[in-house]
């Protein structure tokens, strides 16, 4: 079981930057696969970005969306639990409620995922 908590929104104006973190529960942290998903108002929930365990290995695969990859980073902390998503050259496109979510094993690019935060408001100004 895991708990996950959001942090980081607020808001910024275009062109900026963003840090989310989301901290998680749970001694087996590092073998889950952590993935970051957005919900804009009336619109379904996008996925935005994974970083996944490679087999046995302990390092890490880290997959991206088209519409954020090479503006977007998520990367890890085991030791502390947490997992970031470090958002640049941001645009009013990218206001959205922003989640986290944690899978067990595997990666999924739906909301196939076991467990997810209460999401963290990002807001874009133009």
């Known amino acids: 079981q895991l708990q996950l908590v959001e942090s980081g929104g607020g808001l910024v104006q275009a062109g900026g930057s963003l840090r989310l973190s989301c901290a998680a529960s749970g001694r087996t942290f590092s073998s889950y696969t952590m993935a970051w998903f957005r919900q804009a108002p009336g619109k379904e929930r996008e996925f935005l970005a994974a970083?996944?365990?490679?087999?046995?290995?302990?390092?890490?695969?880290?997959y991206y969306a088209t519409s954020v990859k090479g503006r977007f980073t998520i990367s890890r902390d085991n030791a502390k639990n947490t997992v970031y998503l470090q958002m640049n050259s941001l645009n009013s496109e990218d206001t959205a409620v922003y989640y986290c979510a944690a899978k067990s094993s595997g990666l999924a690019v739906s909301t196939a995922y076991d467990y997810w935060g209460q999401g963290t408001q990002v807001t874009v100004s133009s």
């Open positions: 970083t996944a365990r490679n087999g046995g290995n302990t390092y890490y695969n880290n």
